[in-house]
Each structure stands twice: as C-alpha cells, then as structure tokens.
C-alpha cells in the first residue's frame, strides 16, 4: 500500500500560523445558533448561511472576538462537519482493516476478519434475504366464487392422484 493517505482537513489556510482552537463554548454557540436558525420561519433547508444570520439570531462578544480568526467563521458557518469527521474517521478504519488484510505477518484469521469487517463497513457484505412466497397467498386477491372453483379444482386433481395410487 503506498503512503498516501487520504485526509479531510476541514478548515486549513495557507498560513500555518493560523490554528483554530475551538472550546466548549464554542462547540456550545454553534449548536444552540443552528437550533435557532431551523425555527426561523425565514430558513430554507439547503440556504446559504453567512454572518449576517449569526448577528441577527446570537448577541455575544464572544463570538465578535472568536470570529476574527478566519478559520472560526467557516467552521461556525460549517454545519457538516460532525459528519465529515465520521466519514473521515469511517474511511481510515477501512484503509486500516485494509492494510491488516495485506499484512502476511497477521493470522489467516485475523486477515479474514478484517476483510469482513472492511466490506461490512463498505455496505458490500450484504446479503439479500430472500423473499418468503406462500402458495396461498395469492387466494385473499380472489373473488368467493373463484375460491370455491379453485377448491373444485384441486379436490378433482386430488381424487384423480388418490385413484391412480
């Protein structure tokens, strides 16, 4: 396997010296502006958020103070990065299982698993159930009249079986 590794930062500049130090009440804010935000009756599912929409729902000089750092408003205006970190963190697990199953140090066994535990998490594992058909089922779509016809039908196939025996 070769060294490259697929990452998701989220939020890099090309400044180094720019870091984001989130906090408790940062991750707090957040949370309590995108709750407030879904019950505007002015919010449309999918809108473009911007800064204007923090201002007018939250009054706090933490957040005036926070946001000078570039990186703080993408993260803040960011409402996707919770499931960015699971896929991130999916996609590392899997690369991880798959780099067990290629490593001839570990059990047979091990290997196996790890390549079970890979398609599990790929969602290529699955099996299709198959589908349960009763032969009578179909007898509740019937009209009364046909039922009592398809029962003529088979008492005479039955008696015709029961003779030849």
Same mark, same amino acid.
């Given at each position: 396997?070769?060294d ?10 090309d400044?180094?010296? !720019? ?5 408790? *009440? ?6 309590? #502006? /995108? ?12 809108? !473009?958020? +911007?800064?204007?929409? &923090? ?8 957040? +005036? *103070?926070? /946001? ?6 993408? /993260? #803040? ?11 991130? $963190? ?15 140090? $570990? ?5 196996? *698993? ?12 699955? *099996? !299709?159930?198959?589908?349960?058909? #009763?032969?009578d089922?179909? &007898? ?6 046909? &039922? &009592? $016809? ?16």
């Amino acid at each position: 396997m070769s060294d490259d590794k697929i990452t998701t930062i989220a939020f890099e500049l090309d400044d180094p010296e !720019i870091k984001l130090d989130l906090k408790k *009440k940062d991750h707090e804010l957040k949370a309590k #502006f /995108w709750g407030l935000l879904q019950q505007q009756p002015w919010y449309v599912d999918g809108m !473009i958020i +911007e800064r204007k929409h &923090v201002r007018q729902l939250m009054k706090t000089s933490t957040l +005036e *103070k926070r /946001w000078q750092n570039p990186l703080y408003g993408e /993260w #803040f205006l960011n409402n996707n990065t919770g499931k960015e970190l699971l896929l991130s $963190e999916r996609d590392n697990m899997i690369r991880n299982l798959i780099e067990i199953t290629q490593n001839s140090d $570990e059990k047979t066994t091990d290997r196996l *698993k790890a390549m079970s535990m890979a398609f599990d998490m790929m969602g290529m594992n699955q *099996k !299709i159930k198959p589908r349960e058909k #009763f032969l009578d089922q179909d &007898v509740n779509k019937m009209e009364e009249h046909d &039922v &009592v $016809e398809e029962l003529k039908r088979l008492r005479s196939a039955r008696e015709k079986t029961d003779k030849s025996d």
